[in-house]
């Protein structure tokens, strides 16, 4: 059976170059980053090639890139890190109610430990209002954290904006931009970030890597122990290849950024016009809003995702309902709720989201196989349930 | 398309196991889904040391599911029924032992959740039929039309009577592969397939009751629902005379001996609940023996409906052997009036009273 994938927002496959870019390291290259031998140093110098590659793509200064084994740790370190190191007098946390687990329950863990936090509503738009981040700032507020854009909406947040508020009393802000690295263009002095999360495994690098951009006098404590890798702020031997592999993705990612934003715009819009066209009882969520060029989030009235999800796999199309994360939990999509959803609404939606790999033919056979899977599904719907 | 998808109900135990290899080693085309039914987390008191695993809904168990899927070779899903299994069948568990009834979850999740919002699942991701890892046996009457659901072949293993509530149509779309096989032969196909979970146990505990402490489970429910405490009462005997306290009806049920907190200097058990009054009555082994009660809410399989009295083997708990009875309409509608022959021990109010001819089964319905 041919499969179609629609779901590069959970996760894309590692890109050809990014592969090559990766072998030596893998092959040749087995020393230990932190060794002072030549084994060590050449290992070292891939490390740091691949930080002035990421630096590039963020426009930093490679010092100020830390590499993490991925988006969560990157979200703790910057969060943990930046409010452990604050003077004990602020205790105060600013976010909102769509961020990824990785933020909230972080955020949950610092409230645990005694730290004062607000979640903003966002309302059906999916994007924060700057009005309500400058209401719930305090003069103890030690950081701001939003998301540059929404894993499962695609909805872009104002960065610039909320950070430039945020700094006005005087507090940090971190945007997590696992899912707008190698969508949009992220230049951390445009974005006014202080800290800035990127995930390997989403702009086609592999699993397992991550990097966090830590602003030049920005303190942030360790959340590990044991060593003093990344300037003593990321504990452990560093991946050697999966940084070379994030280096490699970053590099690629500023090259075809332009171009491919375009295509995937195009392709991504003629399939929700398409969808919207030809099957009754459709809607996009979060539809007037910026929006990331791959993403679409699209309800399908009175039918369940879940078994729409299950019905087009075995049709060889993968999707996605709601966030990977909170898949076989109950709940429905946080997300989704936050913009006004009823809980059935939230859970009739499925997110589609295209990539490098997605030819205008995956998006074709998908049209030509999801109203007849919707319409059976109707067909099948329990009355009253 | 080929020959028709069915979906195999996997709960990462040997017996749906088997179930999911066989079909697939018969070319037949097959998706794997377990049920996700209960958070074993809600109430952590209730894991024993050691985990939960083989009680259903453990990340164990839908780890050995998807392992089994995984190692067969077929699509796996986990699908997610805990508000459904919540509303329909814990919650009324719960109600029931608080009323002094003695509930069979398995039954009500058989009737409305395995064989009808899976059932549902099945059908909207194109599987028109399901096969589950139960020992029974389903089989079209030639003459009458009429789906019937016999024994499975192994009576040590049979588990007709949970399956007594299924309708025709249920009936209709499912398959029970295991249903003609021994436990042992079961074990040699596992091995014989190399279903990665042949050697696993398996536990007769109530799945969302780990540890097997019904009375614990009731009361830490209702505990976090916030709902209203558990009402004490007293042991009375059967003139009335109070003999000691205890904790809640839903402590009891008819026939139990042990945890009475009484000594009449005779064995003595539990003859009747009275939830209204909070009286748990205890007598002789003799004031347990009746001959005759009724049921309701009553299933017909291999007849449309009783209209004349009828002669049947009744089996009235789990571990019963069915014994000769006659059964017919009550004079309560909706009802029907079973009478043994001969006196029976614990007739108890909840649980089910199945009918059979032989191996067939011919209905059942709750006690009242």
Redesign the interface.
């Known amino acids: 059976m041919q499969r179609h994938y629609f779901d590069h927002n959970a996760t894309t496959p590692i890109d050809p170059q990014v592969l090559d870019a990766m072998m030596p390291a893998l092959r040749e290259v087995s020393g230990n980053a932190s060794s002072i031998h030549s084994f060590g140093q050449d290992a070292r110098l891939l490390v740091e090639s691949a930080r002035l590659q990421a630096a590039d793509f963020l426009r930093c200064e490679p010092k100020e890139v830390v590499f993490t084994s991925g988006g969560t740790e990157s979200d703790n370190l910057a969060i943990l890190g930046a409010v452990r190191a604050a003077a004990g007098d602020r205790k105060h946390v600013v976010t909102t109610a769509i961020e990824h687990p990785a933020v909230l329950q972080t955020c949950g863990q610092l409230e645990r430990e005694g730290v004062t936090v607000d979640y903003l509503p966002v309302g059906p738009s999916g994007v924060v209002d700057i009005a309500d981040v400058s209401a719930a700032l305090r003069p103890e507020t030690v950081l701001v954290s939003v998301m540059h854009a929404n894993n499962e909406l695609g909805t872009i947040q104002p960065i610039a904006e909320i950070a430039a508020t945020a700094h006005a009393v005087g507090a940090l802000f971190h945007a997590d931009a696992v899912q707008s690295a190698g969508k949009l263009p992220l230049d951390v002095d445009t974005l006014g970030v202080d800290l800035l999360t990127i995930s390997g495994h989403k702009i086609y690098a592999p699993k397992g890597v991550g990097a966090l951009y830590v602003r030049k006098g920005v303190e942030i404590e360790s959340i590990q122990f044991g060593g003093r890798h990344e300037r003593a702020r990321r504990p452990g031997t560093e991946n050697v290849p999966g940084i070379v592999g994030l280096g490699a993705a970053c590099e690629l990612a500023s090259q075809r950024l332009a171009v491919e934003s375009a295509r995937q715009a195009a392709l991504r819009d003629r399939l929700e016009q398409a969808i919207l066209s030809q099957i009754a009882n459709t809607w996009v969520n979060a539809a007037g809003s910026p929006r990331t060029p791959n993403t679409t989030n699209i309800g399908f009235g009175g039918i369940e995702g879940e078994p729409l999800l299950i019905s087009l796999d075995l049709k060889g199309f993968a999707v996605s309902s709601g966030a990977a994360c909170s898949s076989g939990a109950v709940e429905p999509s946080h997300v989704l709720l936050a913009i006004g959803l009823s809980r059935e609404q939230a859970r009739s939606c499925l997110r589609l989201s295209i990539g490098c790999g997605t030819a205008a033919e995956d998006v074709d056979r998908f049209l030509a196989v999801l109203p007849a899977v919707v319409e059976r599904l109707r067909a099948l719907a329990p009355a009253g349930r | 398309m080929a020959e028709e998808?069915i979906a195999v109900a996997m709960s990462g135990g040997v017996d749906s196991s088997v179930v999911a290899a066989l079909l697939h080693s018969e070319q037949r085309p097959v998706?794997g889904m377990t049920m996700?039914l209960w958070?074993q987390q809600r109430i952590p008191e209730l894991i024993p040391e050691g985990g939960a695993s083989g009680r259903c809904c453990s990340l164990d168990d839908v780890y050995d599911a998807r392992r089994v899927a995984q190692s067969v070779g077929i699509?796996f899903?986990?699908?997610?029924f805990?508000?459904r299994f919540e509303q329909e069948v814990v919650a009324p568990f719960v109600a029931d032992y608080v009323s002094g009834r003695t509930p069979i979850p398995c039954t009500i999740c058989n009737n409305l959740i395995k064989f009808d919002q899976f059932l549902?699942?099945a059908?909207?991701?194109?599987a028109e039929t399901i096969a589950t890892g139960h020992y029974a046996r389903i089989e079209q009457d030639a003459s009458t039309g009429r789906w019937l659901l016999r024994k499975g072949v192994d009576e040590s293993r049979d588990q007709s009577y949970f399956l007594f509530g299924l309708t025709q149509d249920q009936l209709s779309r499912s398959s029970f592969p295991l249903g003609g096989m021994q436990k042992d032969e079961v074990r040699a196909l596992a091995k014989k397939l190399n279903v990665p979970v042949a050697d696993k146990g398996e536990s007769r505990e109530i799945c969302f009751v780990p540890n097997g402490d019904y009375a614990q489970f009731v009361e830490k429910y209702l505990e976090q629902k916030g709902g209203e405490a558990v009402s004490q009462g007293v042991v009375v005997d059967s003139e009335g005379r109070a003999l000691a306290e205890h904790g809640g009806v839903h402590r009891f049920t008819v026939g139990q001996r042990k945890g009475l907190g009484v000594a009449l200097g005779k064995p003595a058990y539990v003859t009747e609940i009275r939830p209204a009054t909070g009286e748990v009555v205890v007598g002789s082994k003799e004031a347990l023996n009746k001959t005759i009660f009724e049921v309701d809410r009553l299933n017909w399989i291999s007849i449309a409906q009783l209209d004349a009295p009828l002669r049947v083997e009744a089996k009235i708990r789990y571990q019963f052997r069915p014994r000769s009875a006659t059964i017919r309409p009550s004079d309560t509608p909706g009802r029907v009036v079973v009478e043994f022959d001969a006196a029976q021990i614990a007739i108890t109010p909840g649980q089910a009273a199945v009918f059979y001819h032989g191996d067939v089964v011919v209905g059942g319905g709750w006690i009242v």
């Open positions: 998808l998706v996700q958070n699509p899903y986990v699908v997610n805990e508000d549902d699942m059908k909207q991701v194109g």
